[in-house]
């Protein structure tokens, strides 16, 4: 900030408007400069320079201070990014280490909407709380994708799977450390015992606090289905293995006849046939039929059956389902007696007859 600008905030400070005020910066001196100037709590300046700062909030008696954790990335993983927010009457200051995409969408927002450009500070807290929730559904919407192709990759026993799984548990791991105590954060936030927090801001909270929530629970239901696609890849690869091992046993089954009548007819005697031109004719024809006769038993005793005729099966018993017609059902409850009309005189004409 020029000097120029320096005095245009002094000025907009003394008017009593609301004043935001987004700093990027790690300097300690300019952080304590900051927190004299606005007379923030020491306690909170100090808590803004240690990185490994979880999400929380503090009330102090003019201001609020509350931790927060946005999205980033480094390279081609994603990070968290904090957000130190101080919110006060027609005040707030949020502080980050490095450009947050939600606040820059917020300013710009607040700059062209008149709507968003008329909210109170508290409001504008509540709403930047929103946004930053609404960045983690977008990368849960795509981590969601990624788990359906490996889910689909787990199927066919594919060797990456095992790396893709690992590298999308670590990057839940990230997003999941810092959102559960943000939505704790948010939570608390919104039970109105804070001063500083008005009604609409409290409602707007509720909003960020149900965004939260949701991506907690696509994290929790994300992380189940990487289990369930690892255990599939594993019953894959068993399979697999097993269709191997079956296949080597019933080609050594069918080749081991064959192998013993060869091991026959190499030895130095004379056997029956020998004498005839075409007796070796007659041995491969009998080695075939052995062959065939070996590979038809194998297929009917189901050691032997393409997976895909057993896939369309069960698609096409679902199919039938789906398409079948709607079976006739019977009440299990009396129907209703009616005041008027054929069932009454009938109910009458029963009890007659019981008396009689």
Known sequence: MTPADVEDCEELLKSGTVFWLDVITTDADELDRLGERFNFDPAAVEDILDIEQLPKFDNYTDHLFVVLHALTAEGERIDTVEVDCFVGENLLVTVSS?????????WRSVQKHAQMGSLGADELFAQLAEVIGRRYLEVIAEFESRIDDIADDALDADPDVLGDIQVLRREETTVRKVLRPQRLVLANLRRGTIGVLGSESLGMLGDAYDVHNQVVE????????????????????????????TILAVYSAILLPLTLITGWYGMNITLPGDERSYAWELVLAGMAALS????????????????ELRRETVLRGLAGAAKAPVKPFTMLRNPRVRRNGGSRSSATKRSQSKTG
């Open 98 to 106: 490095k450009p947050v995409t939600g606040i820059n969408w917020l």
């Open 218 to 245: 696509s994290l929790g239901s994300a992380r189940a289905l990487l289990s369930d696609a690892l255990d599939t890849y594993r019953g894959a690869a068993a399979d697999r293995q097993a269709t191997a091992t």
């Open 292 to 307: 065939l006769l070996s590979f038809a038993a194998f297929v009917r005793a189901g050691f032997i059956r393409p997976p």
